[in-house]
């Protein structure tokens, strides 16, 4: 894949067939926000709402993960939000393996139009699939790595903090992390 533009690349995404997903989905949810933005939220993979709307985190864990980023004053037009997976899976079961396979490229692209910062992956999916195979989100939660030149770390998806709200004091302290590092680089660009 070579786009150049996110536009672009969202019109091939609408029309992929790359793996079954493209059959059973209403609608591909390619990405939605700032297409500069500084910060990136990478997910799983669409659920129903989403599914129905194209638009990523828009259904219960959506709207807990717009209280976190309200919670540290990060405005959610100014961040991009994707997914490993561009398309539902059916009964919102794990991605597999051929699927991310499959879809991958999309997000390749995705970060290589936006240049984002920061990536934050959100949970353990798309940690694993961003940060390393043997992420445990339990513990690293919250820790920075480099990837290709990239800033990552990995907070709680907000299902899993809908399913155990004892987890939500623990996102509360990563996101408070991953908005002072996101201020520290403005330092660095107003030098
Ligand atoms: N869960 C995800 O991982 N992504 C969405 O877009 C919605 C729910």
């Known amino acids: 894949m070579n786009y150049t533009s996110l536009e672009e690349l969202q019109g091939a995404c609408a ?28 997910g799983e993979a669409p659920g129903e709402q989403e599914d129905l709307s194209g638009v990523p985190f828009v259904g219960r864990a959506g709207q807990l993960l717009d209280k976190f980023l309200y919670a540290v004053d ?7 939000i994707a997914n490993i997976l561009k398309c539902r899976p059916p009964k919102n079961r794990d ?62 998806h907000p299902a899993a903090l809908l399913r155990d709200p004892r987890k939500k004091e623990d996102m509360l302290e990563d996101m408070k992390r991953i908005k002072q590092k996101l201020d520290e680089g403005k330092g660095e660009y107003k030098a």
Request: hydrophobic residues 40%; proline residues 6%.
């Open 74 to 80: 990060i405005p959610r037009e100014k961040v991009y």
């Open 15 to 42: 029309e992929c067939m790359a793996c079954p997903l493209g059959k059973t989905r209403t609608k591909s949810v390619f990405g939605t926000g700032d297409a500069k933005a500084e910060l990136m939220f990478v």
């Open 95 to 156: 991605p597999l393996p051929e699927e991310e396979e499959a879809c991958i490229g999309y997000l390749r692209e995705q970060v290589r139009l936006i240049r984002p910062k920061i990536i934050v992956c959100l949970g353990r999916i798309s940690a694993m699939r961003l940060i390393k195979p043997d992420f445990k989100i339990t513990k690293e939660h919250g820790e920075w790595f480099e990837r290709g030149g990239y800033l990552m770390t990995a907070v709680y």
